[in-house]
């Protein structure tokens, strides 16, 4: 009986070793290509409203950030000059973590100490909205032209939610007890949040 299932144990391991043998994989050629960018720090987040013009952001936390903009599919990227966008009062713009675009002219990019940049010349330019929060904003969804959902987060155990039915932010706020991080809308009612531990 010991002898019988010692043998059962022996085929079963030859029949899995033999399948997975056979298995092949198909080695993929990508062509991949390094893009030296006018950026010191990292990037955060790549946003495409088109097959050739793109949106990058992202920079130091409390140094520098930046936004990036490409008109060729990322062959070759621009940088916004920062004094453009900081709004009054601004010594500096601290990094920014995600942007969004509702359409081809209407975007939106958040970040470090509660920014929100807004455009709605297709990046042309770009105009600091003040929020009266200096909560680490993490990712944008703009559902609308004027709806636009913010996650965020504090020290890793909260976090918020900001919810704008205005284009220039009059924010509902729904606090929670863990940090955000990235959004992803199926459409305008369903959408999925992610964060530390949920």
């Avoid at 056979?22 to 050629?29: G, N, P, Q």
């Amino acid at each position: 009986m010991v002898q019988n299932s010692k043998i059962n144990i022996v085929l079963v391991l030859l029949v899995l070793i033999t399948l997975f043998s056979s298995c092949a994989k198909e080695k993929l050629d990508a062509d991949v290509r390094h893009i030296t960018i006018d950026a010191d720090y990292r990037i955060n987040d790549i946003y495409f409203i088109n097959q050739n013009v793109g949106f990058a952001v992202g920079g130091s936390r409390y140094e520098e950030g930046y936004i990036l903009k490409t008109e060729d599919g990322g062959l070759n990227w621009l940088r916004f000059p920062n004094d453009s966008i900081i709004a009054t009062g601004e010594s500096n713009l601290q990094t920014l973590n995600s942007i969004s675009f509702y359409n081809d002219l209407i975007g939106q990019a958040v970040g470090h100490g509660g920014k929100i940049l807004r455009t709605e010349d297709g990046g042309s330019s770009w105009e600091m909205i003040v929020n009266g929060t200096y909560e680490n904003f993490n990712d944008i969804a703009m559902l609308s032209a004027n709806k636009t959902l913010i996650s965020s987060s504090g020290a890793y155990a909260d976090g918020s939610i900001f919810t704008s039915n205005n284009e220039w932010y009059n924010f509902d706020r729904q606090e929670l007890t863990y940090a955000l991080r990235g959004m992803s809308f199926i459409n305008k009612d369903i959408g999925f949040l992610t964060g530390y531990g949920i």
